[in-house]
């Protein structure tokens, strides 16, 4: 038979076979290059913002930007640490108050609710996974701020006026958290019962099981739920900037005003226009979060893996 | 103090309740504060959400905000069409026959990278964009802007979803001799309730965002006027009416983000029904 040339006539769409097979050619062209966008999209980012911080990188090395403390764009001095400093500063703090909470409310989820209790409880933490960021803002501006300037900052004997970077970990905290519990949720709910139920068998307490079993075994994903929570609060721009205060100097103290990189972006926007080794070096500052974040996806996905192996079950 | 075994299973199962109902107590009270306070303001004057701003409406709060939520409209709706196509299809390609395993992996880890993106970032990158091509920012750059930050969103739930769809609904397919093409459009319809509830679920991640239209859609104060003309959204306007000195803009700060607010939680709720009536369309699902 001549199988093969009835194909290829047929496949100039005169037939019923003939319009399928066209359908299917021109559909892998298009999901090719679907998929191929997401490639192109990333590159296009990357080289774009790269390309556009060269003339700061002309002027400026790279461990001079970091390391320098003197941010005055009106007279051309560039330097980031204060924006790295504070932004390191609310990272670390926000990550203390939610983490914990978050694997523990992640285990309530998984391991204590039942029934009713558990969806609504869950359904509760969707819905503040998704609330628009600058209505926390905006909340805190309300409620926690009067709490941090009124009661918190004298009570350690500081002056602070509630904005700050404490607030803003604070806040930050709460918009992180949800997001860390739903992925927790998942990898804990992802182990099969014969883990608990062998466990349970052999007379350990639900705590030792869940302490020495369960937690080990959803390691390598509740870890990588804390990296990318670490993500969110790092590269977080509205809440910083409605809470920081921004002023562009090292932090004193924690409960001190400050600006982290993000913020840099937002409060010296009015002047991008006009000089354009400012608008170069505030791209610098995009093309740097953007790097921050790979090499945290790198490092989680090795890390993820060793751990894997290391933990398995 | 020394705990035995029992006593200290105890005392953590009351921590891990304590945690969860610290997290629904701080849901409660923000969602709380914000109905209660933004209500307040809309109740006494809905009007404020569909009359056009005055021409001093940053300073004296003249009219009210009609002018961010079409905006909020006309970004969010057009991005969330143009990303869904492509979120679909981007998923379709990693979890079907079209691609190999090794490139699905790579652009996978692409896509991973991308979700992780800050969105701040999207917003310097379309700004850029627009800076070299000589334009102006308008209604049109933050319709990208939101779109580039919707597509790893909605590919993602969409890829979860395609994933969880049986395999059986893929080998049934091809054993009646379907095409790539054919296969791939039952397996969507197979994971229609998990892809309609991301692309909602996209939608509201959109609606909520501040950062990426910051830059890009011009921050205007008056309607819109065309697709290259300066926009604004609600979240861009909450965050500069928040700053200002005026009591009364602020306050017109709560019924906006009250608005924004009920439109989001509309949105959750809309995905979860949808998602239930979609179930039908699923092997195994549930027949209503």
């Known amino acids: ?313 | 103090m020394v705990l035995d075994r029992y006593a200290r299973q105890r005392l953590f199962g009351w921590l891990a309740r304590g945690a969860a109902a610290l997290v629904v107590a701080v849901m409660v009270l923000v969602v709380a504060v914000t109905i209660y306070r933004g209500g307040r303001v809309f109740i006494t004057d809905p009007a404020i959400a569909v009359t056009p701003p005055g021409s001093r409406y940053m300073l004296e709060a003249e009219g009210g905000f009609f002018h961010a939520v079409l905006g909020s409209v006309f970004i969010v709706g057009p991005a969330t069409v143009v990303s869904a196509i492509l979120a679909v299809s981007t998923a379709i390609y990693l979890q079907s026959d079209y691609s190999s395993e090794r490139f699905s992996e790579t652009v996978n880890m692409f896509l991973n990278v991308l979700w992780g993106t800050p969105p701040i970032v999207y917003g310097v990158f379309v700004l850029t964009v627009i800076i070299a091509v000589g334009a102006q920012t308008s209604l049109f750059f933050g319709i990208v802007a939101i779109a580039i930050f919707q597509y790893p969103i909605m590919t993602r739930y969409t890829d979860e979803a395609l994933r969880a769809a049986p395999d059986t609904v893929r080998e049934a397919t091809y054993g009646l001799g379907a095409t790539r093409f054919e296969t791939a459009l039952i397996t969507v319809r197979a994971a229609l309730p998990g892809i309609v509830a991301g692309i909602v679920m996209g939608f509201a991640r959109g609606i909520g965002d501040a950062a990426t239209v910051l830059f890009t859609a011009g921050r205007s104060t008056n309607m819109p006027a065309g697709p290259f003309e300066p926009a604004t959204t609600l979240p861009v306007l909450i965050f500069d009416q928040a700053m200002s000195f005026n009591a009364e803009v602020r306050s017109h700060a709560y019924a906006a983000s009250f608005v924004l607010i009920v439109a989001v939680l509309g949105l959750i709720l809309a995905s979860k029904l949808l998602a239930g009536r979609y179930a039908r369309f699923a092997p195994g699902g549930r027949h209503s």
């Open chain 1, 1 to 313: 038979m001549t199988g093969s040339t009835e194909t290829e006539s047929a496949a100039d769409g005169s037939s019923r076979l003939g319009r399928r097979l066209l359908a299917e050619r021109l559909s892998g062209y298009w999901f090719g290059g679907a998929g191929y966008f997401a490639v192109a999209l990333f590159a296009l980012i990357v080289l774009t913002l790269l390309y556009q911080s060269l003339p700061l990188l002309a002027e400026y090395s790279v461990v001079q930007a970091l390391t320098s403390s003197n941010w005055d764009p009106a007279h051309n001095e560039f330097g980031f640490l204060p924006a790295i400093v504070g932004t390191v500063y609310v990272t670390l703090l926000s990550m203390a108050m939610g983490t914990p909470i978050a694997i523990l409310a992640a285990i309530y989820i998984a391991e204590y609710a039942e029934g009713r209790t558990k969806t609504i409880v869950s359904s509760f933490i969707d819905v503040l996974a998704a609330i628009p960021s600058v209505i926390f803002g905006l909340v805190a501006l309300l409620v926690v701020v009067p709490f941090v300037g009124d009661y918190l900052a004298p009570a350690v004997g500081s002056d602070a006026t509630g904005l700050g970077i404490f607030t803003v970990s604070l806040v930050m905290a709460i918009v992180v958290t949800p997001f860390m519990i739903s992925l927790a949720v998942e990898s804990l709910e992802a182990l099969p019962d014969e883990l608990r139920e062998s466990s349970l068998g052999v007379g350990a307490t639900k705590w030792e099981t869940i302490r020495s079993v369960l937690l080990r075994a959803a390691g390598p994903g509740i870890f990588s739920a804390v990296l990318l929570g670490f993500g969110r609060v790092f590269g977080a721009t509205i809440v910083p900037a409605m809470l920081i205060g921004g002023q562009t100097q090292l932090p004193e103290s924690p409960l001190a005003t400050g600006q982290t990189l993000p913020t840099l972006i937002v409060n010296d926007f009015g002047e991008l226009m006009s000089l354009p080794l400012t608008q170069s070096a505030l791209i610098f500052v995009g093309l740097l979060l953007v790097v921050v974040v790979w090499l945290f996806n790198f490092g989680a996905m090795v890390v993820r893996r060793r751990l894997r192996r290391r933990w398995q079950y």
